[in-house]
Each structure stands twice: as structure tokens, then as C-alpha cells.
């Protein structure tokens, strides 16, 4: 189960640890180069603020817990958090709003669970989904493309923004549009109707290939496996054509929910979470099918337009249940047993 892959990150190879966090940040330049040049710097200064309170947050509860302090700040596991939870809000966040995400990520998620390798949840998902809940009005501030500097920056930073000022600049995703353009509106006659300013869609669809790019960079060095992110893509394409093929007019076609929203970025950066992903080859099939599944659902039938966090936070909940059926046994080895004593793939 996933615990037992967590005590091998803890105790056995602090240094690969390092190692592989620090190319997951590394693989993230792509999709971040793409939103700052979309969003501005706003993308920037969301991931540098919530890495530096990542690093701060860990430090203190570390202090507090009487535990050594550069094994698991020089690990990059609190900065890769921080660099999650900051690319997934909305530029320029205030910085209140990143502190309250990184508390919720760092300090509950992952150090009051025993920190790196006991979190039953991913930490920056955790951290997002509360923030989603708690403050829906800032976490659904994503603006049209903007200048790459914006004569706003500082004050949306500063969370000093006025409100007539704050709603002026933000507009809806293509997933929010589409989601609320109304039952009784065609698909057709909604992209008729223009209803994202010019450059919108393609910005998230470069947005999604960037994300992409660095999926497949850790693919390449082996830093993840193919099979979560490719079972939870299928997962949401199959699903996805179903809807459309059934009702063309009003669900959106497959490759726009591949490429927009959280997809791309959930699924290599997200859902690979080595510590509270399912760890079986057969289980990381399920793992990613199940968060495809419910990304699509939720997507469709829920309240919020894009679902990557609620949908991973769940299959979380499944993981255990997932390890014991799916990591094979040794010959003669009672079915009981099975479960805790491997956790690496077949």
C-alpha cells in the first residue's frame, strides 16, 4: 500500500527523494512558462509565494515537533507542494489566500499526518479543495489573457484590490463558460455566440500542451510511470465521447475537456503523487480511471466546473482498499497477508 512506499521515500532514499522532486519542479517550467506568458506575473509571484511559505510552514511545525530540519527542507518535497497548490490558483492571488492554502497543505495535510511519506491525501490538493470551498469568489479570479505585466499586480498581490476593480478583471475559463451557458442553449449556438474574449481558448489549449511537454519529460527520465496519467486521460476521453456522441448539442466534445482546465496538469503533476497514489501497476490503472471518471462526472453533473482536485482527493480514499486487491501475492502466501508486504509494481 501506499505506506509502505512512503516509509521507502522517508527512510531509504532520502537522496533519489530529492532527486525526484526536484525534477518534477524542474518538468513544471514548461506549463509555468506558458501561464506567465498568457496570465502575466501574477503565475510567478502565486508559485514563489506559496513555495516560500511552503518552506516556512514546514520548518516551524518541524521545530515545533522537535525534528531535524534540513533533511526535510533539502528533500524539495514542501517546495514541489508549494509550486502545485501556487500554478494552480488564480494569477495574483493575495497573499493571505496562498498562506491559508500552503497552512492547509503543509501543516494539516502532510506534518499532522507525520509528514513525507505518511499523507494518506495529496498535500496540494488538500490545500486547493479548502480553498475552493472556503473562497470561491478569489479562486474563480482567472482573467482573460493579459499583458505580462499588469498595472494591477501589486495590488491583487496585496490582496488591496477593490471589488468593482477585482470584477472588471476577471472572466470565466472555457469550462465555466460552457458549464453555465444554460440548458436550453445548443452547443452550437454557444460558440456562436462568442462568449470567451479572442485568444481565450487557445491560451488554455497551449496551456494544457505545456503541461503536457513536462508529463512527458518525467515520463522519459522515469521519474513517473505511464500508467496513471494515461488511464486517467483515457478515463476522461472515453467518457467524454460518450456524452458527446449521445448528445452533441449539449456536451462538450473530447478534446475540449483534454485540453481544458486542469486535465493535462492533473494528470502528470497531480495524480503521480508517489506517496498517495496507488502503487500497483494494476492499481495505478484503476487509480487514474477512477479520477478520470470522476473528473468527468463531477464535470458534467456537479457544481464545479473543473473537478481534478475533488476527484483525486476521493480516489485517495480508495488507495488502501486498491493496494490490497491489487499488488500480487507470492506463491502460497495467504490473501490476508498480501497487502503489507509489497508495495512496488509487478
Given at each position: ?63 515545533l ?28 492571488s ?31 490538493m ?11 469568489t ?5 482573467s ?5 505585466i ?11 484590490l477593490s ?31 462568442q462568449?470567451?474574449p ?36 483515457a ?10 456522441a ?20 492533473g ?33 458534467t ?14 480516489m ?31
Amino acid at each position: 500500500m501506499s505506506m509502505m512506499h512512503a516509509s521507502q521515500l522517508t527512510t531509504k532514499s532520502l537522496t533519489p527523494t530529492a532527486h525526484l522532486m526536484r525534477w518534477v519542479i524542474v518538468a513544471t517550467v514548461p506549463g509555468l512558462a506558458a501561464m506567465t506568458f498568457y496570465f502575466g506575473l501574477g503565475v510567478i509571484s502565486n508559485v514563489l509565494l506559496a513555495a516560500l511559505f511552503a518552506l516556512g510552514a514546514e520548518a516551524l511545525v518541524l521545530k515545533l515537533r522537535q525534528r531535524p530540519l534540513q533533511p526535510a527542507l533539502r528533500d524539495s518535497s514542501a517546495v514541489l507542494t508549494g509550486v502545485l497548490l501556487g500554478a494552480s490558483l488564480p494569477p495574483a492571488s493575495p497573499w493571505w489566500l496562498i498562506g491559508i492554502g500552503v497552512i492547509a497543505a503543509i501543516v494539516v495535510a502532510k506534518q499532522l499526518y507525520g509528514g513525507l511519506g505518511q499523507n494518506p491525501f495529496n498535500p496540494a490538493m488538500v490545500g486547493y479543495a479548502l480553498l475552493l470551498v472556503s473562497f470561491p469568489t478569489y479562486m474563480t479570479l482567472w482573467s482573460p489573457p493579459q499583458p505580462f505585466i499588469s498595472e494591477n499586480l501589486w495590488p491583487q498581490i496585496t490582496g488591496t484590490l477593490s471589488a468593482s476593480t477585482l470584477d472588471a478583471l476577471s472572466g470565466a475559463t472555457p469550462l465555466d463558460a460552457f458549464k453555465h451557458k444554460g440548458e436550453t442553449v445548443l452547443a452550437s449556438e454557444f460558440w456562436a455566440s462568442q462568449p470567451l474574449p479572442e485568444g481565450t481558448l487557445n491560451a488554455w489549449r497551449n496551456i494544457a500542451l505545456a503541461w503536457l511537454a513536462g508529463g512527458l519529460l518525467l515520463i522519459a527520465k522515469r521519474i513517473i510511470s505511464w500508467h496513471i496519467p494515461a488511464s486517467m486521460l483515457a478515463s476522461m476521453a472515453v467518457l467524454a465521447t460518450l456524452f458527446y456522441a449521445s448528445d452533441p448539442s449539449h456536451f462538450a466534445s473530447p478534446l475540449f475537456h483534454l485540453t481544458t482546465g486542469a486535465a493535462m496538469f492533473g494528470a502528470f503533476f497531480i495524480v503521480t503523487d508517489p506517496v498517495s497514489a496507488a502503487t500497483s501497476r494494476r492499481g495505478k490503472l484503476l487509480f487514474g480511471a477512477g479520477i478520470g471518471a470522476l473528473v468527468m462526472i463531477i464535470r458534467t453533473f456537479g457544481g464545479y466546473p473543473d473537478a481534478v482536485a475533488f476527484a483525486v482527493l476521493l480516489m485517495n480514499l480508495c488507495v488502501p482498499l486498491l493496494d490490497i486487491y491489487t499488488v500480487p501475492r507470492p506463491t502460497g502466501q495467504p490473501k490476508s497477508q498480501q497487502h503489507v508486504k509489497h508495495g512496488d509494481s509487478p
